[in-house]
């Protein structure tokens, strides 16, 4: 099983500032996960050309199946409002989505709500003081050669603790699934206080953030050690694709429970 997480900055190339449907596809591609989370996915944002950047992800992969979640209502950084569940249609949306080349027997949406301060971050432009959007922690329960096994993903706040809080909800969420749970996503905090507040194992160590010269790990790939029945890690890397200020985290799991008539990745066993 490859598992992968990316931070897409919505698709955007930072070699040029802007967002092209190829070069998403190319990046995807490349990954050659069978089950991939996603961040900072924009849906019908004008920023990004109208793309649907979750079916652009999903067909790069050939992934029988792909959800989209939403977290608000407009674009942040400008103009936004939470997603409520009446907003299916609205335009435009920004959120996470899951990726999968197996079939799905349930998905799971669970709100985290955003931190209620104002925040300072770096947006390019400067240091601005921003209101934080509300989270979403999106879990599916796939059906793969293993059994079942549950993959979540999600993105949380920048905000110092407040992240922290939100990792605890995800957690308690997931432990509503079945195992083996996996988590895999953009949680804003090194390695050391998100192994601290779950307990969880981190299946890859590679820092992933700034993409141009990466120092710190923000994006993970977790297993909650209870029920843990997946083999070993095989091989972590980290690609560098001209997308997104975030490295993609690929994970590769014993090849027992690779996609059935795929063939095993000749480097799998050389860790990168």
Not at 41 to 70: C, K, N, Y
Not at 119 to 145: F, H, Q, W
Not at 236 to 243: D, H, L, Q
Request: charged share 20%.
């Amino acid at each position: 099983m490859r598992l992968a997480t990316f931070n897409l900055l919505h698709g955007r190339s930072l070699s040029d500032g802007t967002v092209h449907a190829d070069r998403v596809h190319a990046a995807i591609a490349e990954l050659d996960a069978d089950v991939l989370g996603l961040q900072e996915v924009d849906r019908a944002q004008p920023r990004s050309g109208l793309l649907d950047l979750t079916a652009i992800a999903a067909d790069a992969l050939g992934a029988r199946t792909h959800r989209f979640a939403a977290a608000v209502v407009g674009t942040p950084g400008e103009t936004w409002q939470p997603w409520r569940s009446n907003d299916d249609n609205a335009h435009p949306l920004y959120g996470i989505a899951l990726v999968s080349r197996y079939p799905v027997i349930r998905w799971q949406i669970t709100t985290l709500p955003g931190a209620p301060i104002r925040s300072p971050v770096y947006t390019g432009d400067g240091i601005r003081l921003l209101k934080d959007e509300p989270r979403v922690l999106l879990a599916a329960v796939l059906d793969t050669p293993a059994g079942p096994v549950t993959v979540a993903t999600t993105h949380l706040s920048f905000v110092p603790g407040w992240n922290l809080r939100q990792l605890r909800h995800a957690v308690r969420a997931l432990r509503t699934l079945p195992g083996p749970r996996l988590l895999l996503g953009d949680l804003n905090m090194p390695a050391a206080p998100v192994r601290a507040v779950t307990g969880w194992r981190p299946l890859a160590k590679a820092p992933t953030f700034p993409s141009p010269s990466p120092r710190a790990q923000l994006d993970h790939i977790l297993a909650d050690p209870r029920g843990y029945r997946l083999g070993r890690v095989l091989q972590v890397c980290t690609p560098r694709p001209n997308v997104s200020d975030h490295l993609p985290l690929i994970v590769q799991l014993d090849a027992e429970t690779r996609t059935p008539g795929r063939p095993p990745d000749p480097t799998a066993h050389r860790p990168s």
